[in-house]
Nanobody, 123 residues
Framework: QVQLVESGGGLVQAGGSVRLSCVASARAFSTMAMGWFRQAPGKEREFVAAVTLSGLSSKYADSLKGRFTVSMDHTKNTMYLQVSNLRPEDTAIYYC????????????????WGQGTQVTVSS
């Protein structure tokens, strides 16, 4: 069983940046990639980005390219999401996920979910 624990959320001013972390407790045989999703109030959960455990390949939601950077430190079993130039519409719960490939994660085919970390952007 893989446990994912997110951290790094909080209240941030618009224009600022935040770095979220997700630590995986163990690596399941089928887990080869990790990713980030977010869910804003009143909206469905959406894919943000995914990265392979090696950190060599990544994928981003087309609508979010440019301000989001996903990375992986496989020595620490930790994935990061750096978000810059934050906007009020980035306010959401950000979830960590793990699955077989970055492509499957992007479709929502996820084996494990974290509990989420709240990011609130004030204007």
């Amino acid at each position: 069983q893989v446990q994912l624990v997110e951290s790094g959320g909080g209240l941030v001013q618009a224009g600022g940046s935040v770095r979220l972390s997700c630590v995986a407790s163990a690596r399941a045989f089928s887990t080869m990639a990790m990713g980030w999703f977010r869910q804003a109030p009143g909206k469905e959960r959406e894919f943000v980005a995914a990265v392979t455990l090696s950190g060599l390949s990544s994928k981003y939601a087309d609508s979010l390219k440019g301000r989001f950077t996903v990375s992986m430190d496989h020595t620490k079993n930790t994935m990061y999401l750096q978000v810059s130039n934050l906007r009020p519409e980035d306010t959401a719960i950000y979830y960590c996920a793990a699955g077989p490939t970055i492509w499957l994660i992007a479709t929502g085919s996820v084996d494990y979910w974290g509990q989420g970390t709240q990011v609130t952007v004030s204007s």
